[in-house]
């Protein structure tokens, strides 16, 4: 391609510079593969301390085939190979090329066949297909003739290694400017740039690159790094240049970096590349012979396209920053997170890794109890000490809110080796602090191959944990999956149903058991699918109320049982109070008690034909803003009522406090109550308790004369259940009330 203008000029389009300068290693590996004794000295005598391209021969020597491959296994840099065609048996030879080729996959090594039985030549097919460089009968190999066909093959040998050191070394530049995460990128150009001056130059890439750190860019004095480094060098990455131990090495790049010009050596050449704001580096490659003066001309133009290259690198690296990383805790985001879990599939290796996703318990009540910046200082330190445990076998990152997640082998991630990282209190604003923390952890082999489905799973698992306690651990299993995946798809299809109106509410009325009145009833939800088919509350008022929906569901319950107490009270049943369920999601939201009070704005119903009730959890929340929020209710003139009372935490101290003004004992205490088993102690503290307090008591679940008796017994006097009726529509709740009046006239 032409210079004229400002296109990348890449190596292969360049002049190599002459083959007869000596590389690092001065020897050619040569392996010797034949039975006879005799022929492996002759080899060696007529070749020994011979120029090959400006290098000796080094034999190594293989009697069989079994020798010839522990060598091929031990030596990754063998140039040639004399290979015998007939050894222990008459086709050896060929099958060795076979294996070579296709099984080792060495490509690069010139095989040169032999045979001392011209009769067994190879077929013309098998040189081609075998990329057999020559063959010969050993008669014909006189001195001159062996020196001709090896100096050959090293030739092609050489020519090889030099096209893919080019095309490794552009590789590792384009790549370098795709990489996900600055430091990264940055490592993976300077060290395609090292690779591809060295196949310029035609020696091996042994060299290292220097720039000046960002960690100190605004000293006095510029503190320079190095970045990258090939070769023998690869131990000094890292290192300050202030450190290397080699003057030539350190003088070298010092001269160039401040002096901003190439320096050309005999045994080594270090090149300048100018980046605007001061982010110039240099590279020191080893080199035998200095270029000549065209050479160092293309040399000049070719740093002169590097950095304009690299300075595209900085630009990508920053915004890469910025996309991939997390500033509050210095790790990577979420995104860099899945990346690097799809990297790992591409790997091949992703059967040993896992992923462990981190959530700290009850986060958003520490930040409520000491506000948003003690949360964030303790995000910092839990950053910190994970990363300072962890961060040398495993990709950390933060992947949400209070969520981290880390990627390495399954082998490091073990919730024994993890739980000992928070035993140790964290330390914030002067403050001891204990941090419980749930964990949800995936194998990657128990995954789909993409980093989303993957963190997905582990958020499955972490809310697993979550649900068996503080502190606690769950492992994602397909099993889980598919559960998972069920709930899912079952919540979808409620928000559609919902949203279609194939939800409809029933009615079960309440009884007087002493006079047998109807003196109310309570109102549930239900889900009738297109299909036809009846989804239980057990399963769809839970998935409601973890994703939200049961909020507007509330409401809607809530304005269909006030139509009802309405048309109720116009058809002369003004006695008759609609209860309606309050979830702790619904109770919680700031605009519960607003939305409350526009319902009976709009409908103008009369409020005393209106029953909240609430479940001990609700109950057991902040006493301050449960007693608020209750005493405004009642304010409105809307009874409120405990449900499942006893079934969850002790509230007997919480009761006395609570506007309450009836206590609905649970179901599960009257099924205990039968004529085999008359357990009833429950039902009756329960009921002695709400005596004392004034407070009425009604009893659901109630399905035979005897539970209704022995409740009357006790001094509980109301009750529901299937002895008296089961939930009905409210059309068929206004025709059984006429019909249980007729029955039971007052």
């Not at 022929?39 to 120029?51: G, R």
């Not at 080792?104 to 190879?122: E, V």
Request: glycine content about 4%; aromatic content about 8%; charged content about 25%.
């Amino acid at each position: 391609m032409t210079l004229a203008n400002d296109e990348f000029v890449f190596s292969d389009e360049l002049p190599l510079i002459d083959d007869d300068c000596p590389e690092q290693l001065d020897f050619w590996k040569i392996l010797i593969v034949d039975d006879d004794q005799d022929v492996h000295l002759a080899t060696k005598h007529a070749l020994q301390n011979t120029d090959l391209i400006g290098k000796v021969p080094l034999f190594l020597n293989a009697y069989s085939t079994a020798d010839c491959l522990k060598l091929l296994s031990e030596h990754s840099d063998i140039a040639v190979i004399l290979l015998d065609v007939v050894m222990e048996a008459e086709d050896s030879g060929l099958q060795l090329v076979g294996i070579i080729r296709n099984q080792l996959n060495l490509k690069f090594p010139r095989i040169i066949l032999r045979t001392g039985q011209p009769g067994y030549a190879p077929e013309l097919d098998a040189v081609r297909d075998y990329d057999i460089n020559d063959y010969k009968t050993k008669t014909e190999l006189t001195r001159n003739k062996l020196f001709i066909t090896v100096l050959s093959a090293i030739r092609s040998y050489d020519q090889l290694n030099r096209m893919e050191s080019s095309r490794v070394g552009l590789e590792q530049i384009v790549h370098g400017s795709r990489e996900l995460i600055a430091e990264t990128g940055l490592q993976h150009f300077a060290s395609g740039v090292i690779r591809q001056l060295a196949a310029i130059l035609g020696v091996n890439p042994e060299g290292l690159l220097c720039a000046q750190s960002t960690l100190n860019e605004s000293s006095a004095a510029p503190d320079y790094v190095i970045i990258a480094a090939a070769g023998r060098f690869q131990s000094l990455i890292q290192r300050r240049l202030n450190e290397i131990d080699d003057s030539i090495i350190r003088d070298g790049l010092a001269h160039c970096l401040t002096h901003h010009e190439h320096l050309f050596a005999k045994e080594y050449l270090v090149l300048y590349f100018p980046i605007r704001d001061n982010k110039h580096f240099a590279v020191f490659v080893k080199s035998n012979k200095s270029p000549n003066h065209l050479n160092q001309e293309l040399l000049k133009v070719f740093c002169s396209n590097v950095s304009v290259c690299a300075e595209n690198i900085h630009l990508i690296a920053r915004l890469k920053d910025f996309a991939y990383f997390d500033r509050l805790v210095n790790l990577p985001n979420r995104t860099a997170f899945i990346e690097a879990i799809n990297d790992c599939f591409k790997s091949g290796e992703a059967d040993e890794y896992c992923v462990m996703q981190i959530d700290i318990d009850q986060f958003a009540e520490i930040n409520n109890a000491f506000g948003y910046n003690y949360g964030d200082r303790l995000l910092e330190a839990l950053a910190y000490r994970l990363h300072d445990n962890f961060g040398k076998q495993c990709l950390i990152a933060r992947i949400s809110g209070d969520a981290f997640g880390m990627l390495g082998k399954t082998i490091d991630l073990q919730t024994h080796l993890i739980r000992p990282c928070f035993e140790k209190n964290f330390r914030i604003e002067d403050m001891n602090h204990v941090v419980p923390i749930s964990t949800g952890i995936v194998n990657l082999r128990d995954s789909n191959p993409d980093g989303q489905s993957v963190l997905k799973n582990a958020s499955i698992a972490r809310k697993l944990a979550k649900e068996s306690g503080l502190n606690s651990d769950a492992y994602y299993t397909n099993d889980i999956g598919f559960k998972a995946k069920e709930r899912t798809h079952l919540l979808h299809k409620l928000l559609i149903d919902f949203e279609q109106g194939l939800l409809f509410p029933l009615f079960q009325p309440q009884i007087n058991m002493y006079t047998k009145r109807v003196i109310g009833c309570e109102a549930l939800m239900r889900w009738r699918t297109k299909e036809g088919e009846f989804i239980s509350p057990d399963r769809f008022i839970p998935l409601a109320e973890k994703s939200g929906l049961i909020v507007p569901m509330g409401l809607w319950i809530l304005r269909e049982s006030i139509k009802l107490a309405q048309q109720l009270e116009a058809e002369g049943w003004e006695d008759i109070t609609v209860s309606i369920n309050v979830s702790v999601v619904q109770f919680r939201m700031p605009n519960f008690l607003a939305s409350v009070r526009q319902c009976l704005e709009e409908s103008a119903v009369n409020p005393r034909l209106i029953e909240l009730e609430i479940t001990e959890s609700v109950a057991m929340m902040d006493q301050s803003l449960v007693e608020h929020t209750l005493r405004e209710i009642r304010a409105l003139g809307i009874s409120i009522a405990i449900d499942d009372f006893g079934t969850g935490f002790s509230c007997l101290s919480y009761l006395e406090g609570l506007p309450v003004d009836r206590v609905k004992i649970d179901r599960s205490f009257i099924m205990t109550i039968s004529n085999d088993n008359d357990e009833a102690r429950i039902a009756d503290l329960v009921i002695r308790l709400s005596k004392s307090l004034d407070i009425r008591v009604i009893a659901e679940g109630v399905e035979n004369e005897f539970q209704a008796n022995r409740l009357l017994s006790l001094g509980c006097q109301e009750a529901q259940g299937y002895l008296y009726a089961k939930p009905m529509t409210a059309t068929d709740l206004k025709s059984w009330l006429q019909t249980w009046v007729h029955s039971h006239p007052s």
